[in-house]
């Protein structure tokens, strides 16, 4: 049997952390594709959502941000609006408002830019795998997958090296706020109202903010005005400036995506070398499937399952009535196993092209602007371990995240054999 068989009968919850504990539920996901594309979900934490699972049918409404809205929040987790202005940033926003933040940030996450640091990033690799593949056996998502992003956050956003494990930690305990491994404020265990005004509903949004505040204070009194997170100060076209709290907001989103996504797409692409052996001889033969290598591993990971939207006005699909108000779930890890779509879905194909999977949120104005960089760390990553093993095997089982939002490896054990 191949290991990438779903292995869940029925309908899995999918309001439920739980139902995700062992990765997705992928057979849920496939029987929703074929019997229930909309799919009328029961959510005991909240008003019941739409849940949308064929690759077409998100795809086209994605791109219409004007029936289907971004700012009333993006997770399936209700709130109100003071709760929603307290915590957006620029993801929980429409063009032109969404468009106007973006603009500032285009040029820091380009392609090109991006590119000047691939140096940086194969330096860093090297370094990370070495000192990993040295041990013979190892968690492969904490001794490699989380220290290249972690690392590259650094670089990128401007922070000092010795801050970035912690804000790695408050990071990991914003995004992955289900999962009693990484926070002690579990979402869906506990009444965390105290903290309801803050990012993910999470005291590590509280010091996140005032880590953000003393970065900043310190920058300005040394008279340092270079980085993304200057760019992201400066007034907009029409002159208006970022309010603080919204600074702060991206800050968080900025510590926690930036770094999370990346890693479990790495976790993802190694724990798929274990499982399917001919992808270690594609790598090292190398050529042409460095151009395709990365997006497949992306689409693979999917580390973002879904994001939500909030309709706002009736609108008939399937024949059914998505009413006003209603919240709407993508399921992009539903999308990126659509057979409609992608050929032999559930095989990891470095080949595949095209691949226009929606792990960035594609086919719309909230595409991820982290994805070049993402793109080259991966790229990387797996061109520098090619180089240096020759098998790579499970040493146990591996864990997923308890999240219905992130979907991620978080230990996975591996033995390697050097090359």
Known sequence: MTVWTPLDDGYA??????????????????????????????????????????YDDITKM??????FSSARGIRMEDQTYEEYL????????????????????????????????????????????????????FDATKDIARQLPMRMLGR???LPDDDLPWLVEKGDALIANTDPDFTS????????DAFRMMPFNSPAGAELYVYAKELMEAKEKAGDTSGVLNMILQPARDGSVIMETEFRNFFCLLVAAGNDTTRYSIAAGIQALCHQPELLAQMQRGGAVW?????????????????????????????????????VLYWFASANRDDSYFDDPFQVDLMRSPNRHLSFGQFGPHVCLGMWLARLEVTVLFQELAKRIRHIEPAGPHRFLRSNFVGGIKELPVRIEAA
């Not at 994605?62 to 029936?67: I, L, R, Y």
């Not at 820091?108 to 940086?120: G, I, L, P, R, W």
């Not at 290598?293 to 009535?321: C, N, Q, S």
């Open 13 to 54: 919850d999918l309001s439920s952390h739980d139902a995700f504990a062992d990765g997705a539920p992928h057979n849920t996901f496939s029987r929703l594709r074929r019997e229930d594309p909309l799919h009328w979900t029961e959510y005991e934490g909240g008003a019941n959502f739409w849940s949308v699972t064929r």
């Open 62 to 67: 994605n791109k219409n941000t004007e029936v």
């Open 86 to 137: 307290a915590r957006r940033t620029f993801q929980e926003t429409d063009p032109p408002e969404h468009s106007q933040v973006r603009m500032k940030l285009l040029k820091a996450f380009s392609k090109t830019t991006m590119a000047q640091y691939e140096e940086d990033i194969r330096t860093l690799c090297a370094e990370i795998l070495d000192q990993a593949l040295a041990k013979g056996s």
């Open 156 to 158: 990128v956003v401007g």
């Open 185 to 192: 404020h579990v979402l869906d265990k506990m009444d965390t």
């Open 291 to 327: 151009e395709t290598a990365a997006d497949e591993i992306i689409r693979w990971a999917t580390p973002a399952l879904y994001f939500r939207r909030t309709a706002t006005r009736d609108v008939e699909m399937h024949g059914k009535t998505i009413r006003a108000g209603d919240k």
